[in-house]
């Protein structure tokens, strides 16, 4: 089992979601206006460990997508 990070965007006026990877790489899409706070506000504001921050136009969480390794062995759902 494979853990990487993932920052989850909810755009609250547009109800739009967004998925990314650092909190640098959502910069690449949206402006801090779009987002409500800025790049070193986020980097602050304790995302880590599952945190969540919620601005006038957004809510991000930090959390983890658990992936299987390449090659491994699928579980059964029975």
Known sequence: MRQTKVIHVHLIGKR???YFGSIAAIYTVLT???VGAGY????????SG????VTKKA???????ITSPRGGSHGSDD
């Open 16 to 18: 739009k979601d967004l």
């Open 32 to 34: 801090a206006e779009e």
């Open 40 to 47: 070193d506000y986020m980097r602050r504001a304790g995302l």
């Open 50 to 53: 599952g945190g969540t921050v």
């Open 59 to 65: 809510i991000i969480k930090q959390s983890t997508l």
